[in-house]
C-alpha cells in the first residue's frame, strides 16, 4: 500500500519489522480509516440461505489448498464479516494465500495477522484480523477500486518502498490465480452489492 499515507490504528502490537513470507517482504496496508466511510451495518440473519454454501466452499477449498492452515473452519467468519460490505469474500481467502499461505508463513501465524497487515500488525485473533481486513478493503473500494488489480495499487503497490526486491509485481497474479480457484472471476469487479435490507440485530462486523 501507498507508504505516504498513514498506517492504520487498531488494537494490538505494531512489530518492528514487516512480515515475510518466504523471503518475501509483504507490504499491505498504509492506509487510515480516519473519515472513510464504513461498510453497512452488517445482519445478522441478512443471506443466510447462501452464506453456509459459500463458507463451506472456502473452508474446502483451504484444506485442500494447505492442509494444516489455522484458517480451516473460519469460511464462516469470513462470510459473517463482509456481510454489508459487498465484498466477495473468496478474496479474503485468496489474499490470505498470497501474503502468509493461509497463515502458516512467514510472521503471520505468530500474530493472527494472515494478510500482511501493517506491516507488522499484531491481531488478538484471526477473526479480528479478518474484520480489519474488510475494513481496509472496502475503505479502498470507497475510493474507486472494484478488481483485484485495482486494489492492489494501493494493497500492494509496485515500487512501494517496503518493498525493495519489487516482489509486489506478483501480487495480481497471485491473488487472481487463487480467487480463480476459489471460482471467481480475477478480472471482474470483487465488490457487489451488499444485503438490500436488515433483518435482526446489528453489528459492525461478526469477527471483532
Known amino acids: 500500500m501507498r507508504t505516504a499515507v498513514a498506517i492504520l490504528a487498531v488494537a494490538g502490537t505494531v512489530m518492528a519489522a514487516p512480515l515475510a ?19 453497512e ?23 485442500r489448498t494447505v492442509p494444516g492452515s489455522p484458517l480451516r473452519g473460519l469460511g464462516a467468519t469470513m462470510v459473517a464479516g463482509v ?78 518502498a517496503n518493498d525493495p526486491t519489487g516482489l509486489n509485481a506478483n501480487w495480481v497474479g497471485g491473488v487472481s490465480a487463487a480467487y480463480a480457484a476459489l471460482g471467481g472471476n480475477p478480472a471482474g469487479p470483487v465488490f457487489g452489492r451488499g444485503p438490500a435490507k436488515a433483518c435482526g440485530s446489528a453489528a459492525t462486523g461478526s469477527a471483532a
Not at 95 to 105: D, F
Not at 139 to 151: D, F, N
Open 21 to 39: 513470507l518466504g523471503g518475501i517482504i509483504v507490504t499491505a496496508l498504509a492506509v487510515t480509516l480516519a473519515g472513510a466511510h464504513t461498510p
Open 41 to 63: 451495518t452488517a445482519v445478522a440473519c441478512a443471506g443466510r440461505a447462501s452464506a453456509q454454501p459459500a463458507a463451506g466452499a472456502i473452508d474446502a477449498w483451504i484444506a
Open 83 to 160: 456481510a454489508g460490505s459487498g465484498l466477495d469474500p473468496r478474496l479474503l481467502a485468496a489474499i490470505a494465500l498470497q501474503e502468509t499461505r493461509l497463515g502458516t508463513a512467514g510472521g503471520g501465524p505468530a500474530v493472527d495477522n494472515p494478510f500482511g497487515l501493517g506491516p507488522g500488525l499484531a491481531f488478538p485473533s484471526w477473526a479480528a484480523a479478518i474484520a480489519l481486513a474488510v475494513r481496509t478493503l472496502w475503505s479502498m473500494h470507497a475510493a474507486g477500486a472494484q478488481t483485484i488489480a485495482q486494489l492492489a495499487v494501493h494493497w500492494a503497490p509496485v515500487g512501494a
